[in-house]
T-cell receptor, first 113, second 114 residues
Framework: AQSVSQHNHHVILSEAASLELGCNYS??????LFWYVQYPGQHLQLLLK??????LVKGIKGFEAEFIKSKFSFNLRKPSVQWSDTAEYFC???????????FGTGTQLKVEL | DGGITQSPKYLFRKEGQNVTLSCEQN?????MYWYRQDPGQGLRLIYY???????QKGDIAEGYSVSREKKESFPLTVTSAQKNPTAFYLC?????????????FGAGTRLSVL
């Protein structure tokens, strides 16, 4: 069964700092990759997704992620974070042609003013 | 206003009691899912359904049951056999087309044991 690892459980940054959150998965075949975000008190919502094509994908609010197949990674990046980016971020993988998503354990990001 | 509606927002369960969480969607999605979210553990799949009157167990189905009598509805029952039910429960839905399959989530139900 596939698994997803998010190595950073809690990250604290100052506004304008750069962000990179790690995500690694364990599946050798075709994958679809997702980053979801859960702002305090809000729905889980999609930040960005990779299905195929350009491995550098851009999402909402200035976020981007790069799929590196050889490293089984899909790290999330943002050049300059804002206080409003404070949230929990989840990486998810769909593998093997099914509909099931496997989620990582999440990274709690706190951005300080 | 399209989306996924979960109710209630908060639910309390007494020992030995079964409780049912509601999930309704008006997105015309074929597939629906139930996840459990615990701090530090991410989301874990409980059950999912790709078509009316059919559903499959996810990774942590023990102590839970579901039904899918209508396309729009996918209620989850937390039975007395679930010994640690306190968690945040999320319902999601999606189309079946794998080339465009994105799961959309409801606002969740927080279940606590009295």
């Amino acid at each position: 069964a596939q698994s997803v690892s998010q190595h950073n459980h809690h990250v604290i940054l100052s506004e304008a700092a750069s962000l990179e959150l790690g995500c690694n998965y364990s599946y050798g075949g075709t994958v679809n990759l997702f980053w979801y975000v859960q702002y305090p008190g809000q729905h889980l919502q999609l930040l960005l997704k990779y299905f195929s094509g350009d491995p550098l994908v851009k999402g909402i609010k200035g976020f981007e992620a790069e799929f590196i197949k050889s490293k089984f990674s899909f790290n999330l990046r943002k050049p300059s974070v804002q206080w409003s980016d404070t949230a929990e971020y989840f990486c998810a993988v769909r593998a093997g042609g099914g509909n099931k998503l496997t989620f990582g354990t999440g990274t709690q990001l706190k951005v300080e003013l | 206003d399209g989306g996924i509606t979960q109710s209630p927002k908060y639910l309390f369960r007494k020992e030995g009691q079964n409780v049912t969480l509601s999930c309704e969607q008006n997105l015309n999605h074929d597939a629906m899912y139930w996840y459990r979210q615990d701090p530090g553990q991410g989301l874990r799949l409980i059950y999912y359904s790709q078509i009316v009157n059919d559903f499959q167990k996810g990774d942590i189905a023990e102590g839970y049951s579901v039904s899918r009598e209508k396309k729009e509805s996918f209620p989850l029952t937390v039975t007395s056999a679930q010994k640690n039910p306190t968690a945040f429960y999320l319902c999601a839905s999606s189309i079946l087309d794998l080339a465009k399959n994105i799961q959309y989530f409801g606002a969740g139900t927080r279940l606590s044991v009295l």
